[in-house]
């Protein structure tokens, strides 16, 4: 069974929620009228909803006819702080702040979903439809499970979409065990001794320092790398100084690591203090890593029946089931710990050249939301009740 009707009915109106959301982007935290919009379409339609979990989550709970389970549907709702430089008739209104990684339509698409669910309620056991805020930076997903979402509302298995422009449009892709990257906030500090341009002789520049510490970490080969065998740190940014006449007192540096395991951060870490140590006795290079997100883990029973459950929206033919990790991380993670699921990317590509996520021409493509809100609903209805 490909799209649902009753979802390719729902077209025209899921495309004027996703619009509205894009003209009103709201970030992590702040999702007051994205929440408000998400409460009310719930509560039109006859939907449990719960608030008061991660300060502007919503949860709604849809009661099947049979008795069986809980399954958790995700959608996270925030935006990001870009300008947007698109001019179509829904570009965001509100200056500085875009829909650039398809929040808009993640959200949408779950409520397509919610809406079918409560109108056809011929299934067994629960669907908890959960409207994550601050997905991007801010870990919503933990803060919802702080205030309790998974001792509210325990789930047996938990399902989350992300749009993907690199997929073709119509296209699955998903994989079992890690799928996106942890991400640890990487802090370099080279401490010199400061003095006067005229006389470097009398100081410790930082400076030379932190470019020979630069050249050498990405000279080593697994300290840098595209494939899931390495972790990959990416410095981001360095400041030094305030004058030309003035030689500074330090050098800092800011950045990620990305890797998939342990053993895989664990080698950056050693790779970063080896290079700490080689530092001249002037000077020294302090490294301080900070927990982001961990990997997001697919679970291998629940991603298989994902799999499935695509291959029967949008054929076999389009569904990778072994789709290559992705360097990218994602809050996702955290309900993950909690609770067996699956993370899944729906493509949304027209052309190679589609503006990526988090740039500021990027847009959702309104495509591919009967697909998302289909594949919802049947992770759902098509649960087996053994």
Known sequence: MPVLNAIAELTEAMTAWRHDFHQHPEL??????TRQKVIDLLTSWGIDVHEGLGKTGVVGIIKGTKPGGRIGLRADMDALPIKEANTFAHASRHEGVMHACGHDGHTTMLLGAAKHLAEHRDFAGEACVIFQPAEEGLGGAQKMIADGLFDRFACDEVYALHNWPRLPEG???LAPGPFMASVNLLNVSVHGIGGH???PELAANPLPVAGRFLHELYAHPTCLGQDGDRPVVSLCT?????ASNVIPEA???SGTIRSFTQTQLNRASARLDDLAGQAPKACRIEIDITDGYPATINSPRQTSYAEKIAQSVVGKARVNGNYPAVLASEDFSFMLEKTPGAYILVGQGRTENDPFVH???YDFNDEILPIGASLLVRLVTDRPTG
């Not at 360095?238 to 305030?242: L, N, R, T």
């Open 28 to 33: 992590g935290f702040q999702e007051t009228r």
């Open 171 to 173: 296209h699955i892709g």
């Open 238 to 242: 360095i400041h030094a100084g305030s």
């Open 359 to 361: 740039t500021n021409t």
């Open 197 to 199: 341009g005229a006389m």
């Open 251 to 253: 050098v800092k540096l």
